[in-house]
């Protein structure tokens, strides 16, 4: 049984073409108006030392609009985002709450994971 009686809201802002993502300040302005129980997130890299990188700047200004707006964040990513290079830092993966992946993080990811009580979940 579907339900019918829900409303969608949108965010303004740039539409990306590429893969749909909306950025922008007009998005960022909209996030700040609501308090979100949950933020969900996906990442382009996270470096060995934990710190959080992407490739747009518009992107990360967006994200962390997000961060800094939900009570409870999950960043969600697969095995091939560790390690990997990009050229804009976003900031540390101890901005987040829970950390949702299909692998055990390496090392000194685990250890910043470890010290920050950020949980972490195999999926």
């Not at 749909?20 to 129980?37: C, K, M, N, P, S």
């Not at 949950?38 to 609009?65: C, M, N, P, Q």
């Not at 990009?86 to 993080?105: E, K, Q, R």
């Not at 470890?114 to 979940?121: C, K, S």
């Amino acid at each position: 049984m579907a339900k019918e009686d829900f409303r969608i809201i949108l965010a303004g802002g740039e539409l990306r073409s590429r893969d749909g993502g909306i950025i922008g300040e007009a998005t960022q302005d909209f996030i700040a108006q609501f308090r979100l129980d949950f933020g969900i997130l996906g990442i382009s890299g996270i470096d060995s030392d934990g710190s959080l990188l992407e490739f747009d700047y518009h992107e990360v200004r967006t994200k962390r609009a997000i961060i800094e707006n939900s009570r409870h964040v999950m960043l969600v990513v697969d095995h091939s985002k560790f390690g990997r290079n990009a050229m804009v830092n976003m900031g540390s993966i101890s901005m987040v709450d829970a950390v949702y992946t299909d692998t055990l993080p390496p090392p000194g990811v685990m250890q910043v994971l470890t010290e920050n009580h950020i949980q972490l979940e195999l999926c």
